[in-house]
């Protein structure tokens, strides 16, 4: 069945994520966005009514494809709406979770080499994550922040990496000690 990741999404999707979608539809000229408002607004969307609209919208959009040609645009349009959907998601978690953000932008950046630039995101991604009591990201921005510190190869850096391995420890120990594997055990 084509489209049941869409249908899947749209199931998914909050309110604020249906606001910045329609945002994004009405600020753009493309017709594939004219078709995904109308999707998202649709009530009680069953998998067989989005096929229906897809086929019927697709065709309509491009009136002058065969049927091989129009199976195959419906599913470049699905998959278009999936990223476009996908996309609004992650702006929107990343826009509110900062510690995942820092991370990504470290991790896109790290082949450029700043040295400076990844420790202010590992660092930043380390004391958000410990305001927010999320353990996950404090692992990763201590991993970060331990890689850079190897990484300098100066001997206050190498003793700041060892420091903070007895905090990743610290932490490590913290995460599986409140693990629900370790509670029920």
């Known amino acids: 069945m084509i489209g049941q990741k869409l249908h899947d999404l749209l199931d998914v999707l909050s309110v604020s994520h249906v606001k910045l979608l329609d945002f994004k539809c009405m600020s753009s ?21 989005l ?8 065709k309509k959009i491009w009136s002058n494809s065969n049927i091989k040609e129009h199976n195959l645009k419906i599913r470049r349009t699905v998959n278009y709406f999936v990223e476009q959907i996908e996309k609004v998601i992650l702006e929107s978690f990343l826009e509110k979770n900062s510690s995942a953000k820092n991370i990504l932008l470290a991790r ?78």
């Open 51 to 58: 096929n229906d609209i897809l086929a019927l919208e697709v």
């Open 108 to 185: 896109a950046i790290e082949k450029s080499g700043n040295m400076n630039l990844l420790n202010r995101y590992y660092d930043k991604t380390y004391s958000t994550s410990v305001e927010e009591e999320d353990t996950f990201y404090q692992l990763m921005g201590l991993n970060g922040k331990i890689r850079m510190r190897y990484a300098s190869q100066s001997e206050k850096d190498l003793e700041d990496a060892l420091h903070l391995n007895e905090e990743f420890i610290k932490v490590l120990k913290y995460t599986n000690y409140n693990s629900p594997h370790f509670l029920d055990s």
């Open 29 to 49: 000229s493309d017709k594939r966005l004219v078709l995904l408002k109308k999707i998202i607004h649709e009530k009680d969307l069953t998998i067989e009514l």
